[in-house]
């Protein structure tokens, strides 16, 4: 199993930035998949999740019409388009993978929103 995100990396504020998440090993299209991010000294957050289906996107009141969470099953990817970014939304993003009782998460990327 690999879950592999990508797309991070330094922007100003205002900025946007799309990030990947690229799947393997499992059955993806069965798979809810979710956005988490951490900040330094904080806990990790649930920042946007979209069932398998594809339907009822879900997220953080912190983010809401800013982000925009996506999957391409055909491709075993999911995406967060990121607008309008702030130096708050700055964070390693993770990405997870959830079936039930099953679990699966990647490495993160670091996104960094500074002028």
């Known amino acids: 199993v690999q879950v592999v995100e990508s797309g991070g990396g330094l922007v100003q504020p205002g900025g946007s930035l799309r990030l990947s998440c690229a799947a393997s090993g499992f059955t993806f299209s069965s798979y809810a998949m979710a956005w988490y991010r951490q900040a330094p000294g904080k806990e990790r957050e649930l920042v946007a999740g979209?069932?398998?289906?594809?339907?009822?996107?879900n997220y953080a009141d912190s983010v809401k019409g800013r982000f925009t969470i996506s999957r391409d099953d055909a491709e075993n990817t999911v995406y967060l388009q990121m607008n309008s970014l702030k130096p708050e939304d700055t964070a390693v993003y993770y990405c997870k993978a959830v079936l039930k009782w099953r679990d699966y998460w990647g490495q993160g990327t670091v996104v960094t929103v500074s002028s």
């Open positions: 979209i069932t398998s289906a594809g339907g009822m996107p």
